[in-house]
């Protein structure tokens, strides 16, 4: 069974960047598909940024450019970094695991994801 806890969420400043951590823990880190998935208010969950276990990435094209995901491997630890932040950038942000195998391009669908967190909250404004 995989844990995970997202952090580093806030209000930032249109223009602005934050940077969001996403802690593991309960299964073999290194072996999973991780990503970040966001939901506005009264909207779906969309996939925002993928990473497999091999370090392959895919990015939604509403975030490419300004997005960045990673993976610490040695501390169980996801992060996505953010810039440029718009108004539409706003809601709650989910870190999301997997650990069957992935392909080159990490997937970006909800249904995708076996574990997920509770999120944390991002509004720009």
């Known amino acids: 069974h995989v844990q995970l806890v997202e952090s580093g969420g806030g209000s930032v400043q249109v223009g602005g960047s934050l940077s969001l951590s996403c802690r593991v823990s309960?299964?073999?880190?290194?072996?999973?598909?991780m990503g970040w998935f966001r939901q506005a208010p009264g909207k779906e969950r969309k996939g925002v940024a993928a990473i497999s276990s091999d370090g392959s990435t895919s990015y939604s094209d509403s975030v490419k450019g300004r997005v960045t995901i990673s993976r610490d491997n040695a501390n169980n630890t996801l992060y996505l970094h953010m810039n440029r932040l718009y108004p539409e950038d706003t809601a709650m942000y989910y870190c999301?695991?997997?650990?069957?195998?992935?392909?080159?391009?990490?997937?970006?669908?909800?249904?995708?994801?076996?574990?997920w967190g509770q999120g944390t909250q991002v509004t720009v404004s």
């Open positions: 309960g299964d073999e880190y290194r072996g999973l598909c």
């Open positions: 999301a695991a997997d650990p069957r195998p992935s392909s080159n391009v990490p997937p970006l669908s909800v249904e995708r994801y076996q574990y």
